[in-house]
């Protein structure tokens, strides 16, 4: 994993015991001569008990592909919980070593790139962006982003060889984290509550496919119950249910597309109690069955 690069601080990982936890396929410097970027492709192992991630100041972003699990990650004495699944992006917060283990239910696979903190650094400031609240745009990216996640697709896949493409590419990544996932400047910064729904639509991501009740999204974020409706209807337009069923619906459409999984087999991984659930909610927000959104 050390690589010897003024761009990058990779010495961080240098002892980390890396074929212990991965098997890494592809490797951008190595298979594309890439420099400005660096993009790595794994296959992870199923079960890990402890696992010690080491604080690099590049920023790294995490995409799984393949496989489900519920990670346990600690980071300043908490053991915080998230979903590991295709498409659920992560960023990992620069500077900052966690721990982390969990048990998968399946082989795993991710993306992973690499963006100089140089590169972001810069791109803030030609944005007129002082300083770079980290942990926050951390935050703001496991919300969601499906322009991030298919752009981190497109760079996992690309084989062009030489730099060109690599440095448009961490460009176009820098501006976009800084511009959809950084406060302006001058702007204020962000509302409690509003932080506090974007905390919610995290957990409801995370938790996709369990049996979620309103009081556990409103336990979550620290809110009651009528204090959480009424500001996630503020901040979004829509109540915590209806905004949960439309996630669960944007997941069954992925794996409607993706797999050939039955709707049977689809519903309860979306978090539906069964078919005719799916099926339902299901044409209500599309105004097609699955079959229907499936063939065509």
Known sequence: MVFDSVHFDLQPYAGFAM??????????????????????RFHHVPVVESMELPAAADLHLILPVAGRAMLETRVDGRWQRRTWAPGQLELAVPDRSVLR??????????????????TVERTAAQLGIREVDYESMAASVATGDPLLVEAVRAVGSAEEAGDLYAEASAAFLAVHL??????????????????RVRAAIAFMRERL????????????????????????????????????????????????????????????????????????????????????????
């Not at 074929?19 to 790595?40: G, I, K, N």
């Open 19 to 40: 074929d212990s936890y991965v098997r890494r396929t592809h490797c951008s410097w190595e298979d594309a001569s890439w420099q400005s970027l660096l993009v790595q």
């Open 178 to 195: 800084l511009t959809r996932h950084s406060r302006a400047p001058g702007r204020r910064a962000p509302a409690r509550e509003d932080a």
């Open 209 to 296: 496919a369990e049996p979620l009740t309103l009081a556990d999204v409103a336990d979550e974020v620290h809110l009651s119950v009528f204090h959480l409706v009424r500001v996630f209807r503020r901040a979004t337009g829509q109540t915590p249910h209806r905004y949960l069923t439309q996630l669960r619906v944007e997941e069954a459409k992925r794996l409607l597309r993706e797999t050939g999984f039955t709707v049977a087999r689809i519903a309860p991984l979306c978090g539906f109690a069964d078919s005719g659930a799916l099926s339902t909610a299901f044409l209500r927000h599309t105004g097609v069955r699955p079959s229907a959104y499936r063939n065509s």
């Open 101 to 118: 283990r969990y048990r998968a239910d399946g082989p795993m696979r991710s993306v992973q790139v690499h963006i100089p903190r140089g």
